[in-house]
């Protein structure tokens, strides 16, 4: 019987792209694509997720990138603007569930610095019980470590709990963890599953 229920945050409730920022302030498009691929990439901003600081990042990559200066400190100083938006259907499940008394809890990838510019913005977390960020713990998924903190730290039973994540591969490490996983496609399916588990 599942009794709770985990989150990922970035493309599971909210859209998440680089690019919905940098499309705003390089108006070339073969240029974005290129400061996308070399200069603020995912990879690099990867490391932000894993404990980096920021400022350790930016200077590096700014004198790697002198041209790009004005653009890296634009990532540093507007990262909300590469999230636009809650995933359609997702924020209103966690708003039922939370009507159910379900306990939410949330696993995410996200930098420290700017989770916290972005979760005082977002009211919806207020119904979790606690959050995981793997830039506070430094610990990423799908390392086992973090999903063994996460269970020790909400002080669930892993087989009684349910994990939602758009990677397949953090999916698997939950389940190795003990969970059950739910790999997100889009709001209606998982409403769908929820429901056949009574959650909802």
Same mark, same amino acid.
């Given at each position: ?106 696993? =995410? ?85 929820? =429901? ?5």
């Amino acid at each position: 019987m599942i009794k709770n229920v985990i989150f990922d945050v970035g493309r599971v409730l909210f859209h998440w792209d680089l690019r919905h920022l940098f499309e705003k302030l390089i108006s070339d498009s073969d240029e974005l694509d290129w400061f996308l691929e070399n200069v603020v990439t995912p990879g690099w901003h990867f490391e932000h997720d894993a404990g980096r600081a920021l400022a350790d990042m930016a200077a590096e990559r700014i004198a790697l990138f002198p041209k790009y200066e004005a653009l890296i400190r634009a990532y540093t100083s507007r990262f909300n603007e590469t999230i636009p938006g809650p995933i359609e259907g997702s924020l209103e499940i966690v708003e039922a569930l939370a009507a159910q008394g379900v306990p939410l809890y949330a696993i =995410t990838n996200f930098g420290a610095e700017f989770w916290d510019g972005f979760r005082p913005t977002q009211p919806i977390f207020d119904h979790f019980r606690d959050i995981v960020v793997s830039g506070r713990e430094k610990l990423v998924k799908p390392d086992p470590a973090i999903y063994q903190l996460a269970l020790e730290r909400f002080d669930i039973n892993a087989a009684e709990s349910l994990f939602i994540d758009d990677m397949s591969a953090n999916i698997e490490a939950a389940k190795a963890s003990g969970m059950h996983g739910h790999i997100f496609k889009n709001a209606a399916i998982l409403r769908n599953e929820l =429901t056949q588990l009574a959650l909802l």
